[in-house]
């Protein structure tokens, strides 16, 4: 069992900034790449940005520039940095984990989603 909790969303003003966080807990080997994605309503999901385990990062053209992912491994935790946000980032935000188990099988897990709201 493996739970991803997130926190850090809300309600924002176009040029505010906002920080998301997600911690895993549980029993499991290694967590690999970790990663944000978003969904608005009517759309698809999508990715946000990814970061492996030695903190290589990778963006969405859409953030790069305005949002930092990062990550702590030692307490098991993405963050998600988010600068200069805009009308268009407002979405809910869904943190992703690649988990290794103990036994030695890969498995992605979600968290439940954060609501992000820019107003204009």
């Known amino acids: 069992q493996v739970q991803l909790v997130e926190s850090g969303g809300g309600l924002v003003q176009a040029g505010e900034s906002l920080r998301l966080s997600c911690a895993a807990s549980g029993s499991f080997f290694r967590i690999n790449d970790m990663g944000w994605y978003r969904q608005a309503p009517g759309k698809q999901r999508e990715l946000v940005a990814t970061?492996?385990?030695?903190?290589?990062?990778n963006y969405a053209d859409s953030v790069k520039g305005r949002f930092t992912i990062s990550r702590d491994n030692a307490k098991n935790t993405v963050y998600l940095q988010m600068n200069s946000l805009k009308p268009e980032d407002t979405a809910v935000y869904s943190c992703?984990?690649?988990?290794?188990?103990?036994?030695?099988?890969?498995?992605?897990?979600w968290g439940q989603g954060a609501q992000v709201t820019v107003s204009s």
């Open positions: 970061i492996t385990r030695t903190s290589s990062p």
């Open positions: 992703n984990a690649r988990v290794v188990s103990l036994i030695g099988v890969t498995s992605d897990y």
